[in-house]
């Protein structure tokens, strides 16, 4: 399975992004699915979970302003992101939550700033 994400871009304080993750394979067998990022100098951290289910889990940082989703039909998991912050600033990347990581995608950046 390879991993594509998109949907990043430049938008200011306050504003909103949807990020698409498009999985080359089934996900569908892949219970927990995550959304990490990385900012510069800083270690990837995850910051957002989802279960087959549908349950989720998130980040302190950004509970409350990002939701995540998935359409196993679609093979893809998405992250909507609002009230965004200059510290949200970083490369976002999909891959699975629990488990051993499947290749890393090039990532989508994300930059927050006026």
């Known amino acids: 399975v390879q991993l594509q994400a998109s949907g990043g871009g430049l938008v200011q304080p306050g504003g909103s992004l949807r990020l698409s993750c498009a999985a080359s394979?089934?996900?569908?067998?892949?219970?927990?699915m995550g959304w990490y990022r990385q900012a510069p100098g800083k270690q990837r951290e995850l910051v957002a979970a989802?279960?087959?289910?549908?349950?989720?889990n998130y980040a302190d940082s950004v509970k409350g302003r990002f939701t995540i989703s998935r359409d196993n039909a679609k093979n893809t998991v998405y992250l909507q992101m609002n009230s965004l912050r200059p510290e949200d600033t970083a490369v976002y990347y999909c891959?699975?939550?629990?488990?051993?990581?499947?290749?890393w995608g090039q990532g989508t950046q994300v930059t927050v700033s006026s």
């Open positions: 989802i279960g087959s289910g549908g349950s989720t």
């Open positions: 394979g089934s996900i569908f067998s892949i219970n927990v």
């Open positions: 891959n699975k939550a629990v488990g051993r990581s499947l290749p």
